[in-house]
């Protein structure tokens, strides 16, 4: 019962941070426009080949946004530049998912094909344009 009772006020801690986080975000915060304006900020939003909303996972206290995101003919310093201005554990935004290829017609750039989530409370609408 102990051991229980321990990781139970554990799960507890780490809901209570994750809904302090939540509350110093703007009320309007979308992870579809903070990518936006974190690409804008990197220089590569003209390099945004696709970027799209997708549902994530849902419980009873949060859902999950996700968007799915593409840039193309990028350098691997964009891309840097780009990932370390986005992902934010502090702000709860993560890469959960990075593929890098190189782009054949031009050798000296890549494009990156990238999965971001975040999270918002329940009963709130996920990022989305």
């Given at each position: 019962m102990k051991i229980l009772d321990a990781e139970f006020a554990a799960q507890n801690a780490q809901i209570s941070?994750?809904?302090?986080?939540?509350?110093?975000?703007?009320?309007?915060?979308?992870?579809f426009?903070?990518?936006?304006?974190k690409a804008q900020a990197a220089g590569v939003k003209g390099n945004i080949k696709?970027?799209?909303?997708?549902?994530?996972?849902?419980?009873?206290t949060f859902e999950e946004s996700l968007v799915d995101m593409k840039l193309e003919k990028i350098t691997i310093r964009q891309l840097s530049d780009f990932?370390?201005?986005?992902?934010?554990?502090?702000?709860?935004?993560?890469?959960?998912?990075?593929?890098?290829?190189?782009?054949k017609e031009s050798p000296e750039y890549i494009s990156a094909q990238m999965l971001?989530?975040?999270?918002?409370?329940?009963?709130?609408?996920?990022?989305?344009?």
């Open positions: 941070r994750i809904r302090q986080t939540m509350a110093m975000r703007r009320p309007d915060f979308t992870l426009s903070h990518l936006e304006k696709q970027m799209n909303s997708i549902a994530g996972a849902k419980s009873a990932l370390y201005s986005v992902e934010s554990p502090s702000e709860m935004i993560r890469m959960k998912r990075i593929t890098i290829s190189k782009m971001i989530a975040s999270y918002t409370p329940s009963g709130s609408r996920p990022g989305g344009p």
